[in-house]
């Protein structure tokens, strides 16, 4: 359990020390400001400690964004403030600070009749603010804000937050919108802010924050509606964001199986189950925001599954296509594998380009002023995030078909949507990227190289041929390298090696890519274009062996593949780096891999011209669980583990 230390004694008829055990919290009270400093030395220093000015006067809600998230090492509203244990030493010294500067005793001790008699009404930074923007509904019958806004009270626990952001341990202050907390000065004001906390539907405004602000239109119309409500009752009956992440991938896991089976019953189930899987996706996000239940396992789950679930289906619906009609039926493999190419390819773009660009300096275009001025249209957002076909639009497009026609069907309609809508967004970053005026910062360019995924081969050319920065060389080099290799994988005959020295050529032209810093306009290209050109030559590659189970072999490489770039785009985000050198190295790099991929198909498909040899399909089966053992172990040993980002996405943009 956290401790909680009021900073003075309680106000009489205050519900605020049930509140805080409502929240977690054990509950002590100091008598002066010597006795805040006696108290928070009794605690744990591996335990969560909050501070609370007694007067405090607000939302359990508000409290619980201050105290209770576990993203954050400190955090704060006016009249509370929490410090997680790597934040307990700068908290103490903040303390000490505090305490010793004039009038502290005062801020401190408030005797019980403080509230009905009043008292020092003298500034003090942010203490007492009152949070109340919102919609005129929710404050109607409401004390007049302004009025409880003007109550500024000298707070020890606001004079802390104050202190600690000086000991370079900035507290985290949440938006409250129209959540209340307060510090009123006296009676007359405390019975306002009272008034103007009941006046606002503290769990419609829980409820509305646990969606996301931004999304898809599907979800936003048609899931988020409802699954909110879910997500509370998952809440109320004790259930985690992660056990409702579990149940999504398995409902999705189900939904393959049933597409699996190849009729139409099987393909109906399919579909509802998916759509139901999707709510669950949903419902977990939303049940971490309504209860804050972030967690370092959670951040792995909701980061891997989403993808884990999608390929898992595409692999269902080839696998049913196969088995429709009694054992004779299609083979959509290569589409299956096509759609996941296109499908990561259109992940890498999205990320390259915000890690690039997120953190620039002069970062603004003339196409991104006309974005602005677009969002300002309400009918031309939800038009420009249903083009993009994000996960929520995708999903449903999928379940729909796959209920209605056939796996071909399926993959031809998802395959042409996902080129459209990637076409779409590549083109506007192009655009954007060519018209701003930005100077991006080390760390996007230390991205950028991580993201990049180079092996030893490359880095081996690029200590060779380092040069100083060129604004296009890089993205050229690359996408000449690209062009070279497609060229030799799908040159005649399959297998040729013509293939292996275009891939020898390919890792010099890689290295060449990423020898200087990658810090030009169009150098977020970089990790796309070496994505499309792992991912695509092994499809070509097994497309054209016609060897028996060379795809679904191929489909599984290319997904163990894939799981590593999407854990290394996780890592970056949560701000620990990439993932560890030697794991890089271990697994080869995007042109190591290649180089051996093409040289497997040589070996294999070189000397069975003229009859099937399954060489080919047993050495791609090999090395795509070589590849996965290697990166999923020591992933679960990073995300478990306590150093690990509690990584969720609020940002809202669609995936």
Known sequence: MSTAILTGTPVAGSSLQDDLRSLGFDVRTAIDAAGVASELAAVSPRERVALVDPRFVGHTHALRLALT????????????????????????????????????????????????????????????????????????????????????????????????????VPPHRPELGVLIATVPA????????????????EEKVRLRSAVKGRDGFFTTFCISPYSRYIARWCARRGLTPNQVTTASLLTALIAAGCAATGTRPGFVAAGLLLIASFVL????????????????????????????????????????????????GDDVWALALG???????????????????HDATGNSSPTAALSDRLNSVGWTVWVRRMIVLPIGERWAMIAVLTALTTPRVTFYVLIVGCALAACYTTAGRVLRSLTRKARRTDRAAQALADLADSGPLAELVAKAAAHKPSAYLAPVTAALGTAL???????????????????????????????????????WLVPPLFRAAEYGTVLILAARSQVNGALPAAFGLVAAVAYHHYDTVYRIRGGTGAPPHWLVRAIGGHEGRIVVVTAIAALSLGRGQGGPNQGFTIALTALAVVIALTVLIESIRFWVSSGAPAVHDETGEPA
Not at 186 to 201: P, S
Not at 349 to 355: G, H, I, K, L
């Open 69 to 168: 998230d576990p993203r954050f090492p400190a955090a704060a509203v006016s009249g509370a403030l929490t410090a997680q244990p790597e934040a307990r030493a700068a908290l103490a010294r903040a303390v000490t600070a505090a305490a010793a500067a004039p009038g502290a005793a005062e801020r401190a001790q408030v005797p019980a009749g403080a509230a009905a008699t009043g008292g020092d009404a003298g500034p003090s930074a942010d203490a007492g603010a009152v949070a109340t923007v919102g919609s005129a509904e929710e404050v109607t019958g409401a004390a007049d804000a302004a009025d409880v806004a003007e109550a500024r009270t000298p707070s020890l626990v606001d004079d802390i937050a104050a202190a600690l952001d000086a000991e370079g």
């Open 281 to 328: 996706d949903c419902t977990d996000g939303q049940l971490a925001r309504y209860s804050l239940q972030y967690s370092t396992l959670g951040a792995w789950l909701d980061a891997t599954f989403d993808r884990a679930k999608e390929y898992a289906y595409y692999a269902g619906l080839a696998l049913g296509a196969a088995n429709a009609g009694g054992g004779g």
């Open 485 to 523: 290799l497609v060229a030799g994988a799908a040159a005649p005959p399959a297998g040729s090696w013509l293939a292996v020295a275009a891939a020898a050529l390919y890792a010099v032209l890689a290295g060449c890519a990423v020898a200087a810093q990658l810090k030009g306009p169009l150098d």
């Open 339 to 357: 759609a996941m190419v296109l499908q990561s390819c259109r992940h890498v773009v999205d990320f390259s380009f915000n890690e690039a660009n």
């Open 186 to 201: 006296d009676a007359e004001r405390r019975a306002a802010a009272l008034a103007e906390t009941a006046a606002v539907d």
